[in-house]
């Protein structure tokens, strides 16, 4: 049987068997990607240019658009490639990378949008304090902390996942490499330290999003309060 010291590279699922559905997935991912590239880098150019949109809502759009072009950019262009060419195989370290900056756009993703959160409900519910809050510096250190544990989220997720030992080939069922895929593959179907980071991962998320609800529950509470 193999293991992951015996193999080079990983099989993506391919999107569809037939030559004519894979050009016309080509094609769509294509224009979906441009499109969202075109959105996102509107969005970076706006906010970096004009100086009136020089405010933590939009600083934290700008940060969000960056983890939107990331997450794209990390398993788009390698599908397009494939499905363009009709091959499967990518690297093992290709794949490792794959998966790093992923879950680190990912986790970035999830940290804005529960900061993008706190931000709106300040702003609402606590307007006096807005200010003081959320001030230049206050918003650079939330995005660098932003920034930071999806790093070190995503590093201990790769390092975890490709430190197993793998017995059951190495065909993924998916067009990219993620993590529920490269576990199929492991020779263990338990393992404490995996179970111990998603476990850890999964009650992260639940906090921030609980975190979201919470403030958006403020937030209409502060709405229907206003007078009409």
């Given amino acids: 049987?193999?293991?992951?010291?015996?193999?080079?590279?990983?099989?993506l699922l391919p999107l569809a068997d037939m030559r004519q559905l894979q050009l016309l997935h080509f094609c769509l991912f294509l224009g979906i990607s441009l499109a969202a590239l075109l959105g996102n880098g509107l969005i970076i150019s706006a906010v970096a240019c004009a100086h009136h949109l020089h405010s933590p809502m939009f600083f934290f759009l700008l940060?969000?658009?960056?983890?939107?072009?990331?997450?794209?950019?990390?398993?788009?262009?390698?599908?397009?490639?494939?499905?363009?060419?009709?091959?499967?195989?990518?690297s093992y370290e290709g794949c490792a990378a794959q998966l790093f900056f992923f879950?680190?756009?990912?986790?970035?993703?999830?940290?804005?949008?529960?900061?993008?959160?706190?931000?709106?409900?300040?702003?609402i519910c606590k307007p006096l304090q807005y200010g003081t809050l959320l001030g230049s510096r206050?918003?650079?250190h939330m995005a660098a902390a932003a920034w930071a544990s999806a790093f070190l989220n995503a590093l201990l997720h790769t390092a975890?996942?490709?430190?197993?030992?793998?017995?059951?080939?190495?065909?993924?069922g998916q067009?990219?490499?993620?993590?529920?895929?490269?576990?199929?593959?492991?020779?263990?179907?338990?393992n404490?330290?995996?179970?111990?980071?998603?476990?850890?991962?999964?009650?992260?998320?639940?906090?921030?999003?609980?975190?979201?609800?919470f403030s958006y529950v403020q937030i209409f509470r502060a709405v229907l309060r206003i007078p009409f």
């Avoid at 794209?72 to 499905?83: D, E």
């Avoid at 490709?162 to 080939?169: A, K, N, T, V, Y």
């Avoid at 404490?192 to 979201?212: E, H, N, T």
């Fill in 1 to 11: 049987m193999s293991n992951s010291s015996s193999i080079s590279h990983f099989l």
């Fill in 63 to 90: 940060n969000l658009a960056l983890t939107d072009l990331g997450s794209i950019l990390t398993t788009v262009p390698k599908a397009l490639h494939n499905s363009l060419w009709g091959t499967t195989a990518i």
């Fill in 103 to 123: 879950a680190f756009f990912i986790s970035a993703e999830f940290s804005l949008l529960t900061i993008m959160c706190y931000d709106r409900y300040v702003s």
């Fill in 138 to 140: 206050a918003c650079a």
């Fill in 160 to 172: 975890n996942t490709f430190s197993l030992p793998l017995c059951h080939g190495n065909a993924l």
């Fill in 175 to 190: 067009f990219f490499c993620e993590i529920p895929q490269i576990l199929k593959l492991s020779c263990s179907k338990f």
């Fill in 192 to 213: 404490l330290r995996a179970l111990g980071i998603i476990v850890g991962g999964a009650c992260l998320s639940f906090a921030c999003f609980v975190f979201i609800v």
